[in-house]
Nanobody, 122 residues
Framework: QVQLVESGGGLVQAGGSLRLSCAAS????????MGWFRQAPGKEREFVAA????????YYPDSVQGRFTIARDNAKNTVYLQMNSLKPEDTAVYYC???????????????WGQGTQVTVSS
């Protein structure tokens, strides 16, 4: 399994931006599809974005389409989530995850980071 460590969370005002990073261990990072999920208190974990191993394909739910962008740098073993036009409802703990193939469901991912808190104030 791959080890994942997220960073970049914090407090931001509505309309602002944040970029999350997820650093992965191991030599086979490009073989993993990567995803971002989020979980707010009292809610289920929610799919946010996914990217294929070579970065050619990305997926987003309607809730973040056009505001969030997932990208990866396989040379740096890192995946990013650029979040623009943030809303208070984007407040959650954000997790990155690795999978053998792209999936929008949490069950499709076998390795998870510890999460990073994103808080958007109104």
């Amino acid at each position: 399994q791959v080890q994942l460590v997220e960073s970049g969370g914090g407090l931001v005002q509505a309309g602002g931006s944040l970029r999350l990073s997820c650093a992965a261990s191991g030599r086979t990072f490009s073989s993993y599809a990567m995803g971002w999920f989020r979980q707010a208190p009292g809610k289920e974990r929610e799919f946010v974005a996914a990217i294929s191993g070579r970065g050619r394909t990305t997926y987003y739910p309607d809730s973040v389409q056009g505001r969030f962008t997932i990208a990866r740098d396989n040379a740096k073993n890192t995946v990013y989530l650029q979040m623009n036009s943030l809303k208070p409802e984007d407040t959650a703990v954000y997790y990155c995850a690795a999978a053998g193939s792209v999936s929008s469901t949490a069950r499709g991912y076998g390795s998870w980071g510890q999460g990073t808190q994103v808080t958007v104030s109104s």
